[in-house]
């Protein structure tokens, strides 16, 4: 009597195992040779004038220049320090409207939510087993972060260089865009990427880095340190949707020195070569053309000359995110479409993994 009973649950236990398994592993869909590109960035607050230049800018023009490229807001790195779950939402939907009007392209690109691709903890999780803590230890910006912290870093803090290199060989990346401060990281990528192919056979292509351009971009208020979000000093950070007002208080209070000339040498004059950089920059024009050009106009005129070029930058750009803000529905399009499209392209490779791992 029991027996179309059992045969029914077998039958719906067998649904559900299907529906967990995912789509049939295929090969992964990248061919030998193809160049694919990848990149993240946090979703913690609005980007700022040092991401633009030092990272969302490159982010548009690679992804003319690149067949395959990927661009992750990476959730799963921002909660590394405390987060209250509303703001990390909202601000996951602004970070995806700052870079659709930066010129991010989801027709060009693949911009997606790094949360939603669960193969990313997995990897992570393979390649966390392959390191040695010592060497997550040593890396520089764990010894920065923990000493802001008073040594009180958390597992997760010591540990995204890791879930970092998961995100780029998940997708078998070949190119990453990196700054000057993450080069450390890099190195590590590489080295587990060449660490599982020694012990697993050849898989994952060992990436590339590509420097951005830009240097680092330096805070307003402190040339000695880079722009941040998380800084105190709010004058010492432009935000790209910070208003013209706002732009031309944080530049006039920009930090400089004693010599009214503008002239470019980053050793002994930090903050005004911080300006010329940035004026650069947002203008394309060489930093020996923006000194010529500067030529008898003294440091607190040139902070306006600066203001008014970086508020022409980000006129456009600023209008563009108050529209996309408004139109939530869209924004979680974007990201659905986007993140299904880096699952299928995860998923083999994951799979792949799995096997060659043990684990089926």
């Known amino acids: 009597m029991a027996l179309p009973s059992m045969r029914k649950a077998r039958g719906c236990w067998r649904f559900i195992r299907a529906l967990h398994a995912g789509p049939e592993a295929t090969p992964a869909p990248q061919r030998d040779g193809v160049k694919r590109v990848f990149s993240g960035i946090q979703p913690t607050g609005v980007p700022h004038l040092g991401n633009y230049l030092g990272a969302i800018e490159s982010w548009v023009r690679l992804q003319s220049e690149h067949g ?64 040695r803590l010592p060497r997550l230890q040593h890396l520089h910006q764990w010894k920065a972060k923990t000493a802001k912290q008073k040594h009180d870093g958390t597992m997760g803090l010591l540990t995204y260089p890791v879930l970092q ?12 865009p990196v700054g000057e401060d993450q080069i450390q990281h890099m190195e590590l990528i590489q080295d587990l990427a060449r660490g599982f192919n020694k012990k697993y056979g050849e898989f994952f292509p060992v990436p590339k880095s590509i420097l951005t351009s830009m240097k680092k971009v330096k805070s307003l208020r402190d040339p000695s340190a880079k722009m941040s979000k998380s800084d105190p000093d709010k004058l010492a950070t432009v935000r790209i949707t910070d208003s013209p007002e706002e732009i031309v208080q944080k530049f006039r209070k920009a930090v400089t020195d004693f010599t009214s000339e503008v002239t470019y040498d980053p050793a002994s004059r930090g903050g005004v070569s911080n300006l010329v950089a940035i004026h650069s920059a947002v203008t394309g024009l060489p930093v020996e053309e923006v000194v010529r050009q500067s030529a008898g106009i003294d440091t607190a005129r040139y902070k306006l000359v600066v203001a008014d070029a970086v508020i022409e930058k980000f006129a456009p750009i600023r209008s563009e995110i108050a529209k996309l803000k408004m139109d939530k529905g869209h924004l979680q399009k974007v990201l659905q479409a986007g993140s299904a499209k880096a699952k299928e392209l995860a998923y083999p490779v994951c799979q792949e993994v799995r096997e060659l791992v043990g684990f089926q």
């Open 68 to 131: 395959s490229v990927l661009y992750s807001i990476v959730d799963l790195h921002s909660i590394t320090v405390p987060q209250d779950p509303a703001v990390l939402r909202q601000s996951i939907w602004d970070m995806t409207a700052a870079l659709l009007a930066c010129g991010i392209n989801p027709e060009k690109s693949v911009l997606f939510q790094q949360s939603q691709v669960s193969e990313h903890t997995q990897l992570s999780w393979i390649l966390t087993c392959m390191v």
């Open 165 to 176: 290199a998961a995100d780029v060989l998940l997708y078998k990346s070949t190119h990453v």
